[in-house]
């Protein structure tokens, strides 16, 4: 394991249309896509997805956002995915990101920052069967 990672394209890097770019710098970087779909997620969804910020004064704004309109779950796979998908898309706020990074070269703010990124090995996996099955997965790649 560690070599997998979940990658969401946020409400807003749909809205602007960037997918594909910012698939492009994920696959430039030497990323692998397993897996993606669009989805519309609903506070049901999210909220099960976002349950570990559940009493972080962020969460319902968060929702609101991540429900206001489709976003592209990705699997995707490589060596250190965790780490170097983080090193990718930059700090969290897109004004500490460093220059080159997904998140500094597109993401409005703290709260619209385009990419949503798996942070640990564990949480990559418990992400990814959020939002694809194991069959999807076998099926795509035999493994």
């Known amino acids: 394991m560690g070599n997998r990672t979940l990658a969401i394209l946020k409400p807003d890097c749909i809205r602007k249309n960037l997918a594909g770019e910012v698939i492009a710098k994920i696959q430039g970087a030497g990323f692998k896509v397993l897996a993606m779909k669009m ?6 969804s999210a909220g099960g997805f976002y349950e570990i910020h559940k009493k972080r004064p962020f969460f319902n704004d968060l929702l609101e956002f991540m429900t206001s309109g ?4 990705i699997a995707l796979e490589k060596e250190n995915a965790v780490s170097d998908f983080r090193k990718l898309i930059g700090a969290t706020n897109p004004a500490n990101a460093d220059e080159g990074t997904i998140r500094k070269l597109y993401a409005d703010g703290i709260e619209q920052n385009i990419v949503h990124g798996s942070d640990s090995d564990e949480n990559a996996n418990i992400e990814i069967s959020h939002f694809f099955s194991r069959k999807e997965l076998l099926e795509i790649n035999g493994f």
């Open 39 to 44: 989805v519309k997620l609903n506070k049901d």
């Open 70 to 73: 489709p976003c592209m779950p």
